[in-house]
């Protein structure tokens, strides 16, 4: 093989290679953005809290008292346990659009310093 | 328990070998609390801090006159993960008077601005991780949704930004940075019970914000 046809091969497997490390970071950036979560990888993650694996959890397995109010709400027939499917059904009832309303706001510049209106139109 | 999901895979990498490491340590943490998310700091963080930097700012300096607002008493801890306290963490909270006014040479309604309220303020952490403020509720402005920012700091080391909103607010499904905070799980975290206080002379309200922080100087040294 010639010098420059590897030439063109490690540049374009390492063209590549970044192009897929900036994806999967701008991927992250926003979760509710580019990459939504969906109904199943909310309730996978809030599963995460299911200690004895019986497919529900109670208020004692979820550790992180912080969430304790997101279980009360999922907590639709109030017997103190949520299943998978309660929490896909709190993930539709309280899912927001990505779009619409008003915003960002703060990610505006300040009056003054060139970085347009410090405030959108309010709506 | 593994609560690796909680943590975006960006954190992950940032947290490196060590965090790795961590969780591979079996009962190595009695408990695992999800990180709260970072936010944007906005351009409003005081251009020129004020002489009165203190955790009261309802009261700047030795006025007699408090800030015009519904007071509320702002406490919480910054925790690890793994449920410990930090202390020593330099908590700094801005927001907005009760005109909408920041204390920012840039912001809008500066004419209207409440001299009165200090609109920063900082506190440091005891041993068990504790932060309290006395502010005022925090109010809608044009484009933005009620919000308090807040941010985190030990040392010279910068630890979080982010952002505490009012749980049922209206306007927060309006507000294009709550809306992008995350999944529903990281607006949970931001989102703070604003509590009326009974018997007070004057509507009162209490709040608590937990604050916990993904991989930390304490993590680092332990």
């Not at chain 2, 952002?163 to 294009?176: E, K, S, T, V, Y």
């Not at chain 2, 949970?188 to 100087?217: S, Y």
Request: glycine share 10%; proline share 6%; charged share 25%.
């Amino acid at each position: 093989m010639r010098p420059h046809t590897w030439l063109f091969l490690t540049t374009g497997l390492f063209a590549t290679l970044l192009l897929g490390a900036f994806m999967l970071l701008e991927a992250d950036a926003q979760p509710g953005g580019s990459k939504r979560e969906t109904a199943t990888q909310f309730a996978d993650r809030l599963f995460e809290f299911d200690k004895n694996k019986d497919g529900k959890l109670t208020k004692d397995e979820v550790t992180d008292t912080r969430l304790h109010a997101l279980f009360e709400r999922a907590d639709a027939n109030n017997d103190g346990t949520v299943t998978r499917e309660e929490l896909e059904s709190l993930f539709t009832r309280e899912s927001l659009p990505d779009k619409g309303g008003f915003g960002p706001g703060d990610k505006k510049g300040p009056k003054g310093k060139g970085k347009g209106p410090p405030f959108p139109p309010q709506s | 328990m593994h609560l690796s999901g909680l943590l975006s895979r960006r954190q992950i990498l940032l947290g490196g070998a060590l965090g790795a490491a961590a969780w591979l340590v079996p009962g190595a943490y009695a408990q695992e609390l999800a990180t709260t998310p970072a936010m944007t700091e906005g351009p409003f963080y005081p251009d020129r801090l004020p002489l009165d930097t203190d955790n009261d700012l309802v009261i700047v300096n030795n006025s007699t006159t408090p800030a015009i607002g519904e007071i509320t008493h702002l406490t919480g801890r910054i925790l690890t993960r793994n449920g410990s306290p930090l202390n020593n963490a330099v908590v700094e909270i801005w927001q907005v008077d009760n005109n909408g006014a920041y204390l920012h040479s840039g912001s809008d309604n500066g004419n209207r601005r409440d001299r009165n309220f200090q609109g920063f303020g900082r506190f440091t952490t005891n041993e068990r991780g504790e932060y309290r403020f006395r502010t005022i509720k925090p109010v809608a402005y044009p484009g933005r949704c009620p919000h308090i920012h807040v941010k985190v700091k030990r040392g010279d080391r910068e630890l979080l930004c982010t952002q505490l909103f009012i749980a049922g607010h209206p306007a927060n499904a309006r507000d294009g940075i709550y809306r992008n905070a995350g999944g529903i799980i990281e607006r949970e975290l931001v989102t703070v019970d604003f509590r009326r206080i009974a018997d007070t002379r004057v509507p009162e309200c209490r709040a608590n914000f937990d604050i916990v922080l993904g991989v930390t100087p304490a993590e680092r040294d332990r």
